[in-house]
């Protein structure tokens, strides 16, 4: 209750908030990821008191396909820079939870699940979608693996919350991230950045990057990133299996505009990403986590690559055609101590090929006008490959094996129109129709068992959004709409009892209303939002009553509530700047009977009717997974000028993840209760020109906080890492 009175009382002073800062204005780039500077943000307008000279600029959002300010755009969103990224300490995407409110990523190596407002993905398995869509440069990521993909040059990420039922590729019922890498700039010179890192076990990194004016219609910029780093863990037994990360990755882009009217940008990614292994003992263990014991074998590599290529054609009347095409391909390969101990020989390993190619054709109409409109197209296949003989669990003696493919496709068509009612009102209007299916072409040997599966299943949902809009004056706007979200469901692996059930797609139904406000001549900007989630057939793996050694994927039959309110604001009063976010939720599963395959079972448990017993467990009331009650982040630094153009800036970052559920069971005993994060960072910058020297230190108290719990295992956040960055601009 004591952080909870403390976090409202900073909330009230700064009138609430998260790290929401401004993206470069149209044409620009940042050069530099961390110029040591103020941060900056999205613009409030109006004059409410005296002021500094300095206010906070502009923040541009793109989810609803055209570039809108954040503080008259009807969404719940935290953006941030390239720069406030590094200025936070953030590099890759389970670090994201520390700068947004209501958000959790729980990274457990070969997967992450990522949930906002406690809806996202809570299973591992290829045939489960995510609910929180990741997009890089505008096309929806792998959903499942590739999870450490770096974050470096990047123009901005924006964390959109509530379903994104009407606009976004991939239909997404928690909520979407965009990440932007910078773009190429034409006419821009040869300009750039490079930084090179050190830092405690060993760790050594470099990224950069460079803008190519090629002509005065084309250019391309390359970038660059790279990390060697010993393990954070000392391992004992036959197999010591982790000697730390080495990972390089590198970006082409190329644009071209031949004509005013016409755009088209070309990026190319390729990732290396060798983490040597995902080290993990019993979620129940109380030695020292960062101190194991293992006798199988630890491998952790990505290898994976992306071309994105889109059109921009703008009409004489200002509408404008554009075309997003997307091409990934990766492969995977993992291997791990499955009892996390040297005193057992429980062994798992897959290797998983993945191809996923996109395509989404937009007509925007000009910006200009009482009436805007989207209209829109998307199609995607994803398929999935796990070769003979490289998917594998159990023991020597007796493995259980899996090889075939898992192909999915996913078409969707969409619009929206918004519409001046008056000076002050809007009206928005928005619907999706999606269609997606997904087919099992799998055998399997189970412990010397052979199955087979020719399976498929599909899946269909209209959803959409009823906006209104309210701008009270130039510097409050007011929002209230219902807006549904809608994800597929998917096939269940054979386990001999004959072809099993599909589980059916996701539903949720989102309330919401929001302020966002503009103070002080444009200091201090702020968001509050309320919502209120109606959460259908929440998809979950439970044990087979007959079969309880095996999982099966259901649905809830009965609704989950989920409800809060979030608050955001960013503030500049000259040399001092400030952030803050703070979510609360609360969750309650409807009436719900399931079987916990950890436990010996017999006998009938109807999901519905149950009947409640030692192994049918009623769960009705109980949270849901990965749904903390309160998160907040807090952010402050100062900016100490010197002679001949030189500063100092030191800044702070702290954010907190309240405790969480990993199953529905809630069982204590079996490590169920995932434990609360506090996370501090801190970073003292030396600016001289065009020089940025950066001491830098993550997770500050070296706190032991488990980041994941999956199989049974325990998977750690990092412990306390500092070192020394040196940048520099040209």
Same mark, same amino acid.
């Given at each position: ?55 906070? %600029? ?69 045939? %489960? ?124 882009? =190329? ?149 075939? %493919? ?77 807006? %549904? ?86 503030? =500049? ?70 002679? =001949? ?86």
């Amino acid at each position: 209750m004591k952080k909870v009175l403390l976090c409202v009382c900073f909330a009230a002073q700064l009138a609430t908030s998260s790290a929401m800062a401004a993206q470069p204005a149209a044409g620009q780039s940042d050069q530099s990821p961390s110029s040591g500077g103020a941060p900056s943000g999205g613009a409030s307008s109006g004059d409410r008191g005296n002021t500094d000279a300095a206010v906070l %600029t502009e923040v541009v959002v793109t989810a609803e396909r055209r570039r809108e300010n954040l503080q008259t755009t009807p969404i719940s969103a935290s953006v941030v820079t390239g720069e406030e990224l590094s200025n936070a300490g953030i590099s890759t995407v389970d670090q994201l939870q520390f700068i947004t409110p209501a958000a959790t990523v729980n990274n457990f190596g070969q997967g992450i699940d990522f949930n906002i407002r406690g809806i996202g993905k809570a299973e591992h398995n290829t045939q %489960t979608t995510t609910g929180v869509i990741t997009y890089r440069d505008g096309v929806a990521t792998f959903p499942g693996y590739f999870t450490a993909e770096p974050y470096y040059d990047i123009a901005r990420v924006e964390i959109l919350r509530g379903p994104q039922g009407t606009f976004v590729g991939q239909n997404a019922t928690g909520g979407a991230v965009f990440v932007t890498s910078q773009d190429p700039i034409l006419n821009g010179g040869y300009r750039g950045y490079f930084q090179g890192q050190v830092g405690n076990y060993s760790d050594l990194a470099a990224q950069g990057a460079v803008n190519l004016p090629v002509s005065d219609t084309f250019a391309m910029r390359l970038a660059f990133n790279g990390e060697k780093r010993d393990s954070f863990y000392q391992i004992t037994g036959t197999n010591t299996g982790d000697s730390g990360v080495r990972t390089g990755s590198m970006r082409l882009g =190329a644009l071209w505009e031949p004509v005013t009217n016409l755009s088209v940008l070309l990026k190319v990614d390729y990732n290396y990403l060798n983490l040597s292994g995902y080290p993990a003992d019993p979620v129940t263990a109380k030695n020292d986590p960062f101190h194991l014991t293992a006798n199988a074998p630890n491998l952790a590599l990505d290898r994976f690559g992306r071309s994105v290529l889109k059109v921009d054609y703008e009409f004489a009347n200002g509408t404008t055609l554009r075309s997003v095409s997307g091409y990934q391909q990766g492969r995977t390969e993992y291997q791990t101590d499955l009892d996390g101990t040297s005193a057992a020989s429980l062994i798992f390993g897959d290797q998983v090929d993945e191809t996923l190619y996109s395509e989404e054709v937009n007509l925007i109409s000009a910006d200009a006008g009482r009436f805007k409109w989207v209209l829109g197209a998307y199609y995607q296949h994803d398929e999935y490959t796990f070769p003979p003989g490289k998917f594998y669990i159990g023991i020597p003696a007796g493995f259980y094996r899996l090889q075939g %493919t898992n192909p999915k496709q996913t078409s969707a068509a969409f619009g929206q129109v918004s519409l001046a009612l008056s000076n002050s009102f809007e009206l928005q209007l928005g619907a999706r129709y999606s269609h997606s299916d997904t087919t099992n072409h799998i055998s399997v040997n189970q412990y010397g068992l052979p199955i087979t599966q020719e399976q498929k299943a599909t899946f269909s949902n209209t959803s959409g959004k009823v906006a209104l809009n309210w701008t009270v004056d130039p510097h409050d706007f007011l929002y209230a709409f219902v807006a %549904t979200g809608f994800r597929p469901g998917g096939l269940n692996v054979p386990v001999g009892l004959g072809p099993p059930a599909p589980f059916d797609e996701e539903r949720v139904t989102n309330y919401e209303m929001g302020w966002k406000a503009g103070w002080l001549g444009g200091n201090l900007r702020t968001q509050v939002d309320a919502f209120y989630n109606h959460y259908e057939n929440f998809q979950v793996i439970v044990g087979y009553p007959a079969f309880p050694t095996f999982g099966f994927e259901l649905n809830d039959p009965s609704a989950t509530r989920i409800y809060g309110f979030e608050m955001q604001a960013e503030a =500049a009063f000259g040399n001092f700047s400030a952030d803050a976010g703070l979510g609360w939720i609360h969750s309650a599963l409807g009436g719900f009977y399931a079987v916990d395959p950890r436990i010996p079972s017999f006998g009938a448990c109807n999901p519905r009717t149950g009947p409640a017993s030692l192994a049918c467990v009623n769960l009705d009331g109980k949270e849901q997974t990965y749904a903390p009650n309160l998160t907040y982040n807090i952010g402050a630094q100062y900016v100490f000028n010197f002679g =001949a153009g030189d500063s100092l800036t030191p800044r702070l970052n702290f954010g907190h993840v309240s405790e969480q559920w990993a199953t529905l069971f809630e069982n204590t005993a079996l490590g169920d209760r995932v434990g609360a994060r506090n996370i501090l960072n801190a970073q003292l910058a030396w600016k001289h020109g065009e020089l940025v020297a950066t001491a830098y230190g993550s997770n500050l108290t070296n706190e032991e906080y488990v980041g994941a719990v999956n199989s049974g295992l325990r998977f750690m956040g990092p412990p306390r890492q500092f070192g020394l960055r040196v940048s520099k601009s040209f």
